[in-house]
């Protein structure tokens, strides 16, 4: 007896899609529309999904028949992927009553590079979200002008930060120094008793376990490279923080790739018993506000620091020194410690992570360990001396969003995009000390508003239609 056909063997299945209007979706209108088993005995065929129009395969996702994740791959024409998904998500009856819209929607679609998206940035997509850009400055940075990128859509942010950008070129710029490089991972792996954890414990921190381990890491990336790791016991689980060098990559996945395996080597030592629960056991920490990241640091850590002239205080900030040392002092420090602040003793410095992030392909989430950042300030010989101190920076110049092309250009325009061809490293290090910088140019900028009591006016100037 034959073998049941594709269309034979789902002829029977009950479509339970409301009926639409399928309008002018395809650009060459059917004179006759096709049965679903028509339709899914075409999909049978060898060229499968590609030999379907538009309308047919929508059908066919709403009827199940279709993963709407699996467009692309099925269609080898991301484009038309994401045309027919936002079909499929307008016309999906449990949700059409808020989703019919997306079809005509003002979200754009076309003309968008989404190979390189796909299997790296995003999935299910369905268009992109477009943002303005700004560029603040130009800012002197360590003796080179740098303009610098901001996606936002807060009005003022831009304007302000290159207010701040001239008040400190006018002190001869901004220097920065990097005190620290070290991405971090921190498992969690546990024991059936406490005498066995601590005596992993002790094993990690010796010579030859963290010889062992350090080994065991470096092996797995040309990059990454361990520096550190330490571990802190809680009842039968311990905590493990790995801290490496990345290269020029943020460095998530290199470090977690390290990470395990030498998870592996070491219960090849006598840890035979260990149970890893988690490869990440938040110990990290990553995207959580965390004591650990703004004492020990994670990313790159830097400090940035500007000399302001007194006149200069005065003319461009409409304030002067003494108003603003106090007001630093109040609002930054004492205000952020009656809070219980984690890190937050600065004025708005995820303003400009976050703007910068979204410009240069970061991963946004991580502004919340990357804005912890204390701002200092004091007279010194009557001109006012502004730092930003600021542990854990975390971003990197390869992979993730970086390889989009309009990002990519971002980082051009810092001079950072790619790999430092020479040293492996330095590209995203230079990124982290402008980010620093720039903030440094932000936190000047608001306490001065402030100080001089213009934030207001500022704001319905440039932040209202």
């Known amino acids: 007896m034959a073998s049941p056909t594709f269309a034979e063997k789902v002829a029977d299945t009950v479509i339970t899609t409301t009926e639409v209007d399928l309008k002018e979706f395809d650009e060459v209108p059917h004179q006759t529309k096709p049965t679903t088993s028509e339709s899914l005995e075409k999909f049978g065929h060898e060229s499968g999904a590609m030999a379907l129009t538009n309308d047919e ?3 066919l996702s709403l009827a199940g028949k279709i993963p709407a994740h699996s467009l692309e791959k099925l269609l080898a024409d991301p ?4 045309k027919i998904r936002r079909a499929i998500v307008s016309r999906t009856s449990q949700t059409t009553s808020k989703t019919a819209s997306l079809e005509h929607s003002q979200l754009p679609y076309e003309d968008y590079d989404y190979g390189r998206a796909l299997g790296a940035c995003c999935e299910n997509i369905i268009g992109y979200m477009p943002t303005p850009v700004g560029v603040a400055g130009p800012l002197i940075i360590d003796g080179e002008s740098f303009y610098i990128p901001m996606a936002t859509t807060e009005g003022a942010l831009v304007a302000g ?3 701040g950008c001239k008040a400190i070129n006018a002190g001869g710029g901004a220097s920065t120094v990097l005190t620290a490089d070290a ?4 498992p969690c792996v546990r024991f059936r008793t406490i005498s066995r954890a601590a005596k992993a414990k002790a094993w990690i921190e010796s010579s030859l376990g963290r010889a062992v381990m350090k080994e065991a890491f470096d092996s797995t990336s040309r990059f990454a490279r361990l520096q550190s790791i330490t571990a802190a016991l809680a009842g039968t689980e311990l905590f493990i923080r790995f801290r ?6 943020m460095g998530m996945n290199m470090i ?5 395996h030498a998870l592996k080597v070491m219960a090849e030592n006598g840890f035979e018993d260990m149970l890893v629960i988690a490869i990440s056991g938040n110990y990290c920490t990553d995207k959580k506000p965390a004591a650990i990241n703004w004492i020990e640091g994670r990313g790159k850590s830097v400090v940035a620091e500007a000399i302001i002239p007194r006149d200069v205080v005065e003319k461009t900030l409409k304030t002067d020194v003494d108003t603003l040392v106090s007001l630093n002092t109040s609002k930054n420090l004492v205000g952020g410690a009656m809070a219980g602040s984690i890190g937050g003793f600065n004025a708005h410095a995820a303003n400009m992570i976050t703007a910068i992030f979204i410009a240069t392909g970061q991963d946004p989430a991580q502004n919340i360990a990357s804005s912890n950042c204390l701002t200092s300030m004091r007279s010194l010989d009557g001109d006012l001396q502004i730092t930003v101190s600021m542990p854990s920076i975390e971003v990197g110049t390869v992979g993730g969003g970086t390889i989009l092309k309009p990002q990519a250009a971002m980082l051009d325009l810092l001079g950072v995009r ?3 061809q020479t040293n492996p490293g330095d590209n995203a290090k230079r990124l982290a000390r402008i980010i620093a910088a720039a903030v ?5 900028n608001l306490c001065g508003a402030l100080a001089a009591g213009h934030l207001v006016a500022s704001h319905m100037k440039h932040n209202r239609k």
């Open 57 to 59: 395969i929508v059908k």
């Open 79 to 82: 484009a038309r992927a994401v």
């Open 161 to 163: 930060t290159s207010r």
């Open 183 to 186: 991405m971090t991972r921190g």
């Open 244 to 249: 490496s060098t990345t290269g020029d990559a």
């Open 256 to 260: 977690s790739k390290g990470a395990e």
């Open 418 to 420: 790619g790999s430092h």
């Open 440 to 444: 440094l140019a932000g936190e000047l």
